[in-house]
């Protein structure tokens, strides 16, 4: 759904509140509009931002694209899909797209602003993101792309920090494949938390794991050999 141009305009010059939902999973969703974009908020954290939600531009402007395997992506946490919108509008790439979202407001949301935007093949499931995962056959089906962004408000979920989910992840994964796994670190406790989650839980599974710090979020990679001329970061 696009914006009628003069609040697309005005909406640089203050955020304009489009609609309010709520969910079981998210009691407080908010869209708005903000530098002509939609954006998708709850009370604590901003879940979509259209091709301005930057960690994961940040992302993929420090990856060569072009060397992914193939062009299947799973996206674990939808929003309102700001990582195909970043591909397909600012990056001017065409995937196939497999996204998991567990809050059915969300959805409901996402195909109403954003998928009518998108020319990209976007299969939009709804299920908890844990159990497609594990349900899933490596055997059956794998992924070039996956992306994992997925928080409860301003939290990730303990479940999806689990060795269980991570190793699926990378049976998941194609050779030679891309995993960006979306963290926060905002605030001291934050980086703290997702310090320790890298070092004591992600390059367990990754070890040739690497992370780029986005300002706010660090963007884990589960080998750092994607970085584009810079060296692994280790913390």
């Known amino acids: ?138 055997a059956d089906f794998t992924y070039d792309l996956i992306c994992v962004d997925i928080f409860e408000d301003d939290k990730v979920p303990d479940i999806f920090e689990t060795p269980d989910f991570l190793a699926q992840l990378r049976r998941l994964l194609s050779a030679g494949g891309l995993l960006l796994f979306n963290r926060l670190a905002v605030s001291s406790a934050d980086i703290q938390q997702t310090r320790d989650f890298y070092h004591n839980s992600f390059l367990s599974v990754f070890p040739e794991g690497a992370y780029l710090d986005v300002d706010g979020n660090w963007i884990l990679l589960n080998e750092g050999n994607w970085l584009q001329k810079c060296p692994k970061n280790l913390g």
Do not use: C
């Open 1 to 138: 759904m696009e914006p009628p141009l003069w609040k697309k305009w005005l909406s640089y010059l203050w955020e304009w509140h489009v609609e309010s939902a709520s969910s079981e999973l998210n009691p407080h969703l908010y869209v708005s509009l903000k530098n002509g974009r939609y954006q998708l908020s709850t009370a604590n954290a901003v879940y979509s931002y259209g091709d301005l939600y930057d960690n994961f531009v940040k992302a993929f402007q420090r990856v060569p694209l072009d060397e992914l395997p193939g062009k299947e992506v799973l996206i674990l946490g939808f929003g309102l899909g700001s990582i195909p919108v970043i591909l397909e509008h600012k990056l001017n790439r065409h995937y196939y797209y497999t996204a998991i979202e567990a809050d059915e407001a969300v959805i409901d949301l996402a195909s109403r602003y954003t998928l009518p935007t998108l020319q990209s093949n976007i299969q939009l499931i709804y299920a908890d993101a844990f159990t497609y995962i594990m349900q899933s056959d490596p």
